[in-house]
């Protein structure tokens, strides 16, 4: 059975009608002017019936509170809602699933100057919301926030009411794609969900869900470009207002440094650009003393009406990012990237929003010397994204858009395809960490549909911006590729002793040093490798080294050193990212042991042997191209000679046998 078929009616409506371009989606951020009302908690919950899904729609469950409608548990939001029960059926339900709960607005709110705003951060896959009775948005796409003007349906100084539908079909014009399919069981006919993509389908509304306050009249949009000319930095913005189109509104912005003074005060008009003298740069983190320096933009409108002003401001990282067919600089100087691919994964809450857990992570990153990562392969939370901005971590930003090769229904899904670019580069657009934008991982880009296609695809992102270069991580063989040829960076994935030659760490060097070189020559763009390691279970130990087994681990990781060294010294690779940081949940397949091991670090956040090698090289590498010093316990102390070494320099024998 085709899922589109069995999908409830509003959802179908959604899949198609959500492509519309919307408003600006500034994030909720607390000022003079707007209030912000947190939505997370435990909500109720309830699954629909997986041969009936619209049940709940054609039932009218978002008219009352869900526990009146039959038997509902609690769920955490943020949360995926897979891991949080013992209940396999909710694990691996396909279909719709219900939330609500009920909250109360002040009635001060009430007013013909305010505007309220329901924002929901993230739900996968899509959602239909419900407040007090009346549909105020259907969204499709798991990983942008959707938002509706909320003001005219809520009941001030009353008890209101949200209901969420959300859906977690994946289908041919769904990105990621997917496919449902009946199996038959022993309590008859089950709907399965299956994907190509290596990680676990976590539904439910992962990321926070707020309602906040603006004036009637407010800033709907701002956009940033930065330059740097000699030591003066330029801001070029772009203010969009919201609101009654019949009253006219100034817009004036204002500039402060990281202390709060004023560099700029007060320019008049809704774009422009600022000059800042000898302007503190951003600069990721470990390229120079002071990463990170951000700025703040501060914007705000006002009119002759009675309308009170609104008041946004937005962080601001000036630098000056450039390419060319061998390099990507910042601010003039080449960056080589070292670090990973990710996910938004972790045990319980899934892929559900988590501030102990990302502070982890980038305390982790910083640790081990990384300087970037790849949101593989889906936008990450903003505030994950935050930290990045904050911290001087440069991002590979990726759009959902992973295993796309099902071209039956091309038109349809270029346009979903093209749809998440434009909704990622609307919310991460000003964003100085985002060095690059990844428009797709191992696509299937050697038939024949996919030169068009992704050169549709790269049309449209470089229409959107044209200030980063865009890339994708490629894995089909280099002469049978039809993509790269319209990418600006080109990124290959590829795991040499792994998939490839499984045990063979002999085979790694040269198999590296000859595909990068063979990309680098059919395309004549810059190349780094997205992908390489292996599945490794923490604690096992073999000696010699064998598939599994941390040692072995640690050995595929060193041979992929040797041949990024020789690499480096052609000029045209700019980077390394190891599959993966932190091990990840996966659907269930022998293939893999309670999900995929490949994490230098397992999925609690621990390190395995391989973190300490990476972090040897991760700050060797910051050292000789940053002229960073590294951290004092990099090494241990093992003997009176290695101690000289420390100290003075001594020639490099005596460092092998630490």
């Given at each position: 059975?085709?899922?589109?078929?069995?999908?409830?009616?509003?959802?179908?409506?959604?899949?198609?009608?959500?492509?519309?371009?919307?408003?600006?989606?500034?994030?909720?951020?607390?000022?003079?002017?707007?209030?912000?009302?947190?939505?997370?908690?435990?909500?109720?919950?309830?699954?629909?019936?997986?041969?009936?899904?619209?049940?709940?729609?054609?039932?009218?469950?978002?008219?009352?509170?869900?526990?009146?409608?039959?038997?509902?548990?609690?769920?955490?939001?943020?949360?995926?809602?897979?891991?949080?029960?013992?209940?396999?059926?909710?694990?691996?339900?396909?279909?719709?699933?219900?939330?609500?709960?009920?909250?109360?607005?002040?009635?001060?709110?009430?007013?013909?100057?305010?505007?309220?705003?329901?924002?929901?951060?993230?739900?996968?896959?899509?959602?239909?919301?419900?407040?007090?009775?009346?549909?105020?948005?259907?969204?499709?796409?798991?990983?942008?926030?959707?938002?509706?003007?909320?003001?005219?349906?809520?009941?001030?100084?009353?008890?209101?009411?949200?209901?969420?539908?959300?859906?977690?079909?994946?289908?041919?014009?769904?990105?990621?794609?997917?496919?449902?399919?009946?199996?038959?069981?022993?309590?008859?006919?089950?709907?399965?969900?299956?994907?190509?993509?290596?990680?676990?389908?976590?539904?439910?509304?992962?990321?926070?869900?707020?309602?906040?306050?603006?004036?009637?009249?407010?800033?709907?949009?701002?956009?940033?470009?930065?330059?740097?000319?000699?030591?003066?930095?330029?801001?070029?913005?772009?203010?969009?207002?919201?609101?009654?189109?019949?009253?006219?509104?100034?817009?004036?912005?204002?500039?402060?440094?990281?202390?709060?003074?004023?560099?700029?005060?007060?320019?008049?008009?809704?774009?422009?650009?600022?000059?800042?003298?000898?302007?503190?740069?951003?600069?990721?983190?470990?390229?120079?003393?002071?990463?990170?320096?951000?700025?703040?933009?501060?914007?705000?409108?006002?009119?002759?009406?009675?309308?009170?002003?609104?008041?946004?401001?937005?962080?601001?990282?000036?630098?000056?990012?450039?390419?060319?067919?061998?390099?990507?600089?910042?601010?003039?100087?080449?960056?080589?990237?070292?670090?990973?691919?990710?996910?938004?994964?972790?045990?319980?809450?899934?892929?559900?929003?988590?501030?102990?857990l990302i502070t982890r992570d980038y305390n982790l990153i910083k640790w081990i010397g990384a300087n970037a990562y790849r949101t593989s392969h889906y936008p990450?939370?903003?505030?994950?994204?935050?930290?990045?901005?904050?911290?001087?971590?440069?991002?590979?930003?990726?759009?959902?858009?992973?295993?796309?090769?099902?071209?039956?229904?091309?038109?349809?899904?270029?346009?979903?395809?093209k749809t998440a670019l434009t909704r990622l580069h609307r919310r991460d657009k000003n964003r100085p960490s985002v060095v690059m934008w990844s428009v797709a991982?191992?696509?299937?880009?050697?038939?024949?549909?996919?030169?068009?296609?992704?050169?549709?695809?790269?049309?449209?992102?470089?229409?959107?911006?044209?200030?980063?270069?865009?890339?994708?991580?490629?894995?089909?063989?280099?002469?049978?590729?039809?993509?790269?040829?319209?990418?600006?960076?080109?990124?290959?994935?590829?795991?040499?002793?792994?998939?490839?030659?499984?045990?063979?760490?002999?085979?790694?060097?040269?198999?590296?040093?000859?595909?990068?070189?063979?990309?680098?020559?059919?395309?004549?763009?810059?190349?780094?490798?997205?992908?390489?390691?292996?599945?490794?279970?923490?604690?096992?130990?073999?000696?010699?080294?064998?598939?599994?087994?941390?040692?072995?681990?640690?050995?595929?990781?060193?041979?992929?050193?040797?041949?990024?060294?020789?690499?480096?010294?052609?000029?045209?690779?700019?980077?390394?990212?190891?599959?993966?940081?932190?091990?990840?949940?996966?659907?269930?397949?022998?293939?893999?042991?309670?999900?995929?091991?490949?994490?230098?670090?397992?999925?609690?956040?621990?390190?395995?042997?391989?973190?300490?090698?990476?972090?040897?090289?991760?700050?060797?590498?910051?050292?000789?191209?940053?002229?960073?010093?590294?951290?004092?316990?990099?090494?241990?102390?093992?003997?009176?000679?290695?101690?000289?070494?420390?100290?003075?320099?001594?020639?490099?024998?005596?460092?092998?046998?630490?």
């Amino acid at each position: 059975m085709g899922c589109v078929q069995w999908l409830s009616a509003p959802l179908v409506t959604m899949l198609m009608t959500s492509l519309v371009a919307a408003d600006g989606i500034l994030y909720p951020t607390e000022s003079e002017s707007r209030i912000i009302h947190s939505l997370d908690g435990i909500w109720a919950f309830r699954l629909a019936n997986e041969s009936e899904s619209s049940v709940g729609h054609r039932e009218g469950w978002y008219k009352q509170e869900l526990r009146k409608t039959g038997r509902t548990i609690a769920m955490p939001v943020p949360a995926s809602y897979n891991d949080i029960t013992q209940d396999k059926v909710v694990r691996d339900h396909v279909g719709v699933a219900w939330y609500d709960r009920t909250f109360y607005i002040p009635r001060k709110w009430n007013s013909s100057d305010t505007k309220i705003w329901l924002r929901f951060a993230g739900v996968h896959y899509a959602a239909d919301v419900f407040v007090n009775g009346e549909l105020v948005a259907s969204h499709a796409g798991g990983h942008v926030p959707f938002q509706a003007d909320v003001t005219s349906v809520l009941q001030y100084g009353q008890k209101n009411l949200i209901s969420v539908a959300v859906n977690n079909t994946l289908t041919d014009i769904t990105v990621p794609q997917g496919e449902v399919q009946q199996l038959q069981t022993d309590a008859g006919a089950r709907f399965v969900q299956y994907y190509k993509f290596d990680f676990f389908n976590y539904a439910g509304i992962h990321r926070p869900v707020v309602l906040y306050t603006t004036p009637s009249i407010y800033i709907d949009d701002i956009s940033v470009n930065t330059d740097v000319n000699d030591d003066t930095g330029v801001i070029e913005y772009v203010v969009r207002v919201g609101g009654d189109t019949k009253t006219r509104a100034t817009v004036s912005v204002s500039l402060l440094d990281r202390d709060g003074n004023y560099v700029i005060r007060n320019v008049v008009g809704d774009q422009g650009n600022l000059q800042v003298p000898q302007a503190r740069l951003w600069w990721p983190y470990l390229m120079n003393p002071e990463p990170a320096y951000l700025y703040t933009l501060e914007v705000r409108t006002s009119t002759e009406s009675a309308v009170p002003e609104d008041v946004y401001r937005l962080p601001v990282g000036i630098r000056k990012l450039g390419w060319t067919n061998t390099s990507v600089t910042m601010n003039g100087k080449a960056i080589y990237i070292r670090g990973f691919g990710r996910h938004e994964d972790s045990a319980i809450r899934g892929k559900g929003h988590d501030y102990p857990l990302i502070t982890r992570d980038y305390n982790l990153i910083k640790w081990i010397g990384a300087n970037a990562y790849r949101t593989s392969h889906y936008p990450y939370s903003e505030e994950i994204m935050d930290f990045a901005d904050r911290e001087g971590i440069m991002i590979i930003n990726e759009c959902p858009g992973v295993d796309i090769g099902s071209y039956g229904f091309k038109d349809e899904l270029l346009e979903a395809h093209k749809t998440a670019l434009t909704r990622l580069h609307r919310r991460d657009k000003n964003r100085p960490s985002v060095v690059m934008w990844s428009v797709a991982n191992e696509a299937l880009t050697a038939s024949p549909e996919a030169y068009g296609y992704f050169r549709d695809i790269a049309d449209h992102m470089k229409a959107l911006d044209i200030s980063r270069p865009i890339t994708m991580a490629l894995n089909k063989p280099c002469n049978l590729d039809l993509a790269g040829e319209f990418m600006d960076v080109i990124g290959f994935n590829r795991y040499n002793a792994w998939y490839v030659n499984s045990g063979r760490t002999d085979t790694i060097i040269q198999n590296v040093k000859e595909e990068a070189l063979n990309w680098h020559k059919k395309y004549n763009k810059p190349v780094l490798m997205t992908e390489y390691g292996g599945d490794t279970m923490a604690g096992l130990h073999l000696s010699p080294e064998y598939i599994w087994s941390e040692e072995y681990q640690v050995k595929l990781l060193s041979k992929h050193f040797e041949a990024f060294d020789q690499l480096r010294n052609e000029s045209f690779f700019i980077g390394e990212m190891i599959w993966n940081f932190a091990d990840f949940n996966t659907a269930q397949t022998y293939v893999r042991v309670g999900g995929n091991k490949k994490g230098v670090f397992t999925r609690d956040r621990q390190p395995k042997a391989s973190a300490q090698l990476v972090r040897k090289r991760y700050w060797a590498l910051a050292e000789e191209l940053d002229s960073v010093t590294p951290p004092d316990d990099l090494s241990e102390y093992v003997h009176e000679s290695h101690a000289k070494y420390l100290e003075t320099g001594l020639p490099d024998v005596w460092v092998t046998s630490v």
